[in-house]
C-alpha cells in the first residue's frame, strides 16, 4: 500500500471528473430518492473537498452536530466508502413520507422507521454506485449498510480509517440533495480509498 | 473563561492548568489522556490508528497512532515541568460505529485502537486509572488540567465524568 501521489496535488481536471463522479451518483440516487417519495427532489452542483483530519468536522456544521448516517463499505475494482447522511429533521421526514408514520415529535426512530432508513440508505447508495459502475465500467459492489445516529465527527472519522493510514488528508465528494420545499436535506460522501484514484481516472480515460 | 485547547483528529497538545483539553467527536478513534496530578499537567491525543509499523515510507505524523503519540506526549508534558512516573492515563472512545457483517479487520478498528492504546501504556508503565471505551457511540471529551477530571458527552447518555 504505498500511494504514488499527493491526494493534494490534483490537477484541475481531476477535480472536475470527480464531481462528474459525485454527479453522477448523486443523480441517479436523488432520482431513485424522487420515485420512492414522489416530489421533485433538486441536487447542488457535488463539491470535492480536500480536507486534512482535523478540519472535518467543519464539513457538515461541527463535529458534535447529530446526524443520520448510512454508511456502507463499496468493494471491488475502486473500494471505497460510502456514506449517506441526513439531519435528524430530514430523516424524520423522509421517513415518514414512506412508512406512513405517525408525526412524533421525539428525536428516536423506532424499530420501523429505522429499517426504512436502512433501506432508503440502501436504494440511495445502490443507485449511486451502479450508476458509477455503469459509467466507468468498473465492478463497485456495496456491502449491506448500516445505520447509526451520532456525532459528525465520530462518523466522519470512521469513514477515514482506510485513508488514514497513507494520508492526512481525504477527498471527499459530497453531493448535497433537497427536497422541493427544503424540508429533506442529505448529503452523499464518497471516501475513495487511496489506490482507488488511479483506478477512477483510469477508467474514465484520464492517465493520472 | 477557562481557555480551552482544542485537539483535532490525528493531533494531540498538552496544557497546564487551568486551561481545558478537549476533543470532539470520538468515534472508532481513541482519546489518550495523561495527567500529573501534582503540577496539573494534562495532555490528549486524538489516535485514529492502531501502530505506526505498517507506515513505509515518508513523515509521519505521530498524534495520528497510539504507539508514537504517547512517547510523544509524555515528552511533552515533561517539558512543561511534568514528572514521568506522577503520570496516570484516562481512555475513551474506540467505538464500533457501524455494525457490519464483514470480517474485514479495518471495520474493527474501534477495539483494535483501544488494544494498542493500553499496549503503548503499559510499555511505559503508565497506569490507567479509568476508562469508558468500545460500545457504539460516538464521545466528546474534556480534561479539566485542575483536577483531573475528565468529562464525556455523548449523543444519547448525556454527561459522564471519570
Known amino acids: ?208 | 473563561m477557562t481557555e480551552i485547547v482544542k485537539v483535532g483528529m490525528a493531533d494531540l497538545n498538552v496544557a497546564v492548568s487551568p486551561k481545558r483539553l478537549r476533543t470532539t467527536g470520538l468515534g472508532s478513534c481513541v482519546g489518550i489522556v495523561l495527567f500529573d496530578k501534582i503540577h496539573r499537567i494534562g495532555g490528549l491525543a486524538h489516535i485514529m490508528l492502531p501502530s505506526s509499523e505498517m507506515v513505509k515510507i515518508g513523515e509521519i505524523n505521530k498524534a495520528k497512532y497510539a504507539d508514537t503519540a504517547i512517547p510523544l506526549m509524555v515528552d511533552m508534558m515533561v517539558s512543561l515541568g511534568a514528572n514521568k512516573s506522577l503520570l496516570v492515563a484516562k481512555l475513551a472512545g474506540g467505538a464500533q460505529m457501524f455494525q457490519f457483517q464483514t470480517q474485514n479487520e479495518m471495520m474493527r478498528i474501534g477495539p483494535r485502537n483501544v488494544t494498542a492504546s493500553k499496549e503503548a501504556l503499559a510499555k511505559l508503565n503508565i497506569p490507567i486509572i479509568a476508562e469508558d471505551v468500545g460500545e457504539n457511540y460516538g464521545r466528546t471529551i474534556e480534561l479539566d488540567t485542575e483536577t483531573g477530571i475528565l468529562s464525556i458527552k455523548t449523543a444519547n447518555k448525556g454527561i459522564n465524568e471519570l
Open chain 1, 1 to 208: 500500500m504505498i500511494m504514488k501521489r499527493d491526494l493534494n496535488a490534483l490537477q484541475e481536471i481531476e477535480l472536475d471528473i470527480l464531481r462528474e463522479v459525485g454527479n453522477i451518483g448523486a443523480g441517479h440516487a436523488a432520482t431513485a430518492l424522487s420515485t420512492l417519495i414522489q416530489k421533485t427532489i433538486d441536487m447542488e452542483v457535488p463539491k470535492v473537498n480536500i480536507v486534512s483530519f482535523a478540519d472535518i468536522g467543519e464539513l457538515l456544521g461541527g463535529e458534535e452536530q447529530i446526524m443520520v448516517s448510512v454508511f456502507l463499505r463499496v468493494e471491488g475494482d475502486a473500494p471505497g466508502n460510502l456514506l449517506f447522511m441526513l439531519t435528524l429533521d430530514s430523516a424524520k421526514e423522509l421517513v415518514e413520507q414512506i412508512v406512513y408514520s405517525e408525526e412524533s415529535n421525539s428525536d428516536e426512530f423506532n424499530d420501523m422507521e429505522y429499517s426504512a432508513l436502512k433501506e432508503i440508505g440502501n436504494i440511495l447508495a445502490g443507485s449511486y454506485l451502479s450508476s458509477l459502475a455503469d459509467f466507468t465500467n468498473l465492478t463497485l459492489l456495496p456491502t449491506v449498510p448500516a445505520v447509526t445516529i451520532d456525532m459528525v465527527g465520530a462518523i466522519l472519522g470512521f469513514g477515514l480509517i482506510q485513508v488514514s493510514q497513507v494520508s492526512d488528508v481525504a477527498i471527499v465528494i459530497d453531493t448535497t440533495f433537497l427536497e422541493g420545499d427544503r424540508k429533506v436535506e442529505g448529503h452523499f460522501f464518497l471516501i475513495p480509498d487511496p489506490d482507488s484514484f488511479d483506478i477512477l481516472f483510469n477508467a474514465l480515460g484520464v492517465n493520472w
